[in-house]
């Protein structure tokens, strides 16, 4: 079965940035695809990024140019680099693992933006 964490959510200024990690444990880590996705209140769940099983990377329109996603296959953890963050940014994140449409996902954590 596989279990995903996800860590390092908290509140931050417009503009500071955060790193947030995803531990992965079970599943055949190098080979399958890693997201992130958000869903802010009253909006559906998006695509922030996404990195697959050979580090190539797609990245919603939105963060384009400020976050960064990578993965460490040793450690089984996928990352991202979030800077020049936004209000708009504000939401819960949530790590996800699979192929082909059979995914796992973890339970979030939570990003604030605010002054």
């Known amino acids: 079965q596989v279990q995903l964490v996800e860590s390092g959510g908290g509140l931050v200024q417009p503009g500071g940035s955060l790193r947030l990690s995803c531990a992965a444990s079970?599943?055949?880590?190098?080979?399958?695809?890693m997201a992130w996705y958000r869903q802010a209140p009253g909006k559906q769940r998006e695509l922030v990024a996404d990195?697959?099983?050979?580090?190539?990377?797609n990245y919603g329109d939105s963060v384009k140019g400020r976050f960064t996603i990578s993965r460490d296959n040793d450690k089984k953890m996928v990352y991202l680099q979030m800077n020049s963050l936004k209000p708009e940014d504000t939401a819960v994140y949530y790590c996800?693992?699979?192929?082909?449409?059979?995914?796992?996902w973890g339970k979030g954590t939570q990003v604030t933006v605010s002054s």
């Open positions: 996800r693992f699979g192929n082909y449409g059979i995914y796992y």
């Open positions: 079970g599943g055949l880590f190098s080979a399958n695809n």
């Open positions: 990195i697959s099983s050979r580090s190539n990377t």
